[in-house]
């Protein structure tokens, strides 16, 4: 097709395109995926502290959502952040359903999962969080989930089913139920973080104050435990959601989401170092998610255009 001159612009398939706008598509394409490649190597840590946590479930989960809140406002009022609230309130609303989905739910759900399965089990069934994401990114915000993107989340489906395959105890399979779960929450979070109009430390601040305020009275109820792993799960959570909420502004959530999938390498690694078993199966299906996801880090981020599925 045919382009007619035009200054400072490329004709590119019969269309013309700017330059810097490309350049500056392409920056924010790499931005996205390192923050995304960084916060694999965090959430990484993530099962393990969790596993290790002595303390309720319940009190874990709130008090570190505390921790986590405390660190994210002290970022918030060094960037300035609370100004941008005071501009548009009009996304508190939904930054609470953010945090009830995202915080609440999902760390409940994580934390007794985490106790009544094992770590390595935590990791590598939580990245079945790739698969609810094209779905809801492709149904809620216009995302284009190309063919492609589709063949590498069945591979990783095929490692996630190798994985929870039957020979668990029954205790142990209702673990892996509600770590299945968990990124379905968190996606549901994500969804509605991805149009929020604020910075990535403030939604990571708001998210973590309400879901601490949410488990606060039933940690309360059952009995406020405290451990150095509070901590420690409070700065993973604050450092991963800084990176993660960064990157799903610059790339698709669908895309971000299969760039983390391999962190279980890092909780395999340390959880056999801390004496868990790795099988020939965790083995095998850690290879077949690992394969999708380098294969979906290629997939160009895009939007729906109007007529393609």
Request: aromatic share 8%; proline share 5%.
């Amino acid at each position: 097709m045919y382009c007619p001159p035009a200054v400072g612009f490329r004709c590119t398939n019969g269309r013309f395109i700017n330059p810097e706008n490309q350049n500056l598509g392409m920056r924010r394409e790499a931005m996205g995926t390192a923050l995304a490649l960084l916060g694999m190597v965090i959430y990484g840590l993530e099962p393990v502290v969790i596993k290790s946590n002595p303390t309720s479930p319940i009190s874990f989960a709130a008090l570190s959502a505390l921790v986590a809140s405390l660190i994210l406002w002290t970022a918030v009022g060094w960037g300035g952040g609370l100004d941008e609230i005071r501009e548009n309130p009009t996304g508190i609303k939904p930054a609470f359903l953010v945090g009830f989905l995202g915080t609440a739910l999902a760390y409940l759900a994580y934390s007794f999962g985490a106790r009544m399965s094992t770590a390595i089990n935590a990791a590598l069934i939580t990245r079945s969080e790739v698969l609810w994401s094209f779905l809801l990114a492709w149904l809620l915000l216009g995302e284009r989930i190309t063919k492609r993107l589709v063949a590498y989340s069945l591979v990783i489906l095929t490692g996630l089913v190798l994985i929870m395959v039957p020979g668990h105890s029954v205790e142990l399979r209702r673990g892996d139920l509600l770590l299945f779960l968990v990124p379905l929450f968190w996606q549901l979070g994500h969804v509605i973080a991805k149009r929020l109009p604020y910075s990535p430390q403030t939604i990571a601040a708001l998210r973590n104050t309400f879901g601490f305020l949410l488990l606060l009275p039933l940690a309360a109820a059952s009995g406020l435990e405290f451990s150095g792993f509070v901590i420690a799960e409070g700065l993973v959570i604050a450092a991963g959601q800084l990176v993660w909420y960064g990157s799903i502004k610059r790339i698709n959530l669908s895309k971000a989401t299969a760039i983390i999938t391999p962190a279980p390498a890092v909780a395999i690694g340390v959880s056999v170092l801390l004496g868990e078993t790795l099988t020939l199966r965790h083995a095998a299906g850690f290879a077949l998610i690992t394969a999708g996801t380098l294969g979906a880090i290629k997939v160009k981020s895009a939007i729906k255009t109007e007529g393609t599925p």
